[in-house]
């Protein structure tokens, strides 16, 4: 194992127990002819686990300390030496579908998941490991207390799921947190009328006021000018009070009538 303290700035906890990184492996079931990439290896407990069971294994690390070590331990591993959120995964794309694993570090879970998501058509599923109460929010059912912006996206766009929960007591350093082991399953089918990019900037400018009606937040977002009759959508609701089908439905009607006030100006 690489001797290196982990760094506070980079967020990272090692993870140090056998059998939570053999439950992790299991859990992910690698197969033979899988190309995966690992997010932040660190010490590499968890490359040595997949490296013999995978065709090709690409681990993406943004310690410097850590590099070269990797790659002389591991030599038939293709040691990336990047910022994952940085990482242009187009590259890629010869090798789809990718799968994607990782401890990832705590700090930026919410951008790293928005990059699968934005790349989800190279990727055939994440298994990921975030803070439990972060794992929460990703799994929530419609309406719930946990429901929120990542719940929204991350169900709509894939299949997710708690693996199993994780103590403190596996890492080094030990976290105050306890944290889970997540499985995002992109290979959902999904409706090819909808505006993707605009459905997830609905979302979040839904959710940019939690506590006020959707009618206040839209008004205070990028769609202020968009008028919506309350006869075609109910927008006297808050955000948290509406089903995943309800946002794609609103999602539509922003789309039509932006396109009709552009086709008349």
Do not use: W
């Amino acid at each position: 194992m690489i001797n290196h303290q982990p760094l506070k700035r980079f967020g990272q906890n090692y993870l140090v127990d056998k059998n939570i990184i053999l439950k992790i492996v299991s859990e992910f079931a690698p197969g033979t002819n899988d190309v995966v990439i690992e997010i932040g290896p660190g010490t590499g407990s968890l490359t040595a686990e997949l490296n013999s069971k995978v065709k090709k294994l690409y681990a993406v690390e943004i310690d410097k300390r850590v590099v070269e070590s990797l790659a002389l331990s591991f030599p038939s591993v293709h040691v990336i030496n990047h910022d994952f959120i940085k990482l242009d995964l187009n590259k890629f794309s010869d090798e789809k579908p990718l799968r994607i694993i990782g401890n990832i570090p705590y700090n930026i879970t919410s951008p790293i998941l928005f990059k699968l998501i934005e790349n989800r058509p190279l990727i055939k599923d994440a298994m990921m490991m975030v803070q439990f109460e972060v794992a929460k929010r990703i799994t929530a059912e419609e309406k719930s207390d946990d429901y929120g912006i990542l719940g929204v996206l991350l169900n709509f766009f894939a299949d997710t799921k708690i693996c199993f929960k994780i103590p403190p007591t596996v890492f080094y350093p030990k976290p105050k947190v306890d944290s889970a082991i997540i499985h995002l399953d992109f290979s959902k089918e999904l409706p090819l009328d909808l505006d993707f990019k605009l459905f997830i900037q609905v979302v979040k400018a839904a959710f940019g006021n939690r506590r006020k009606k959707l009618k206040n937040s839209l008004g205070n977002s990028i769609f202020a000018d968009v008028k919506i009759d309350s006869d075609e959508f109910d927008t006297s609701r808050r955000a948290e009070e509406l089903t995943i089908i309800e946002f794609v439905e609103l999602t539509r009607i922003i789309k039509r009538l932006m396109t009709a006030d552009k086709e008349n100006n």
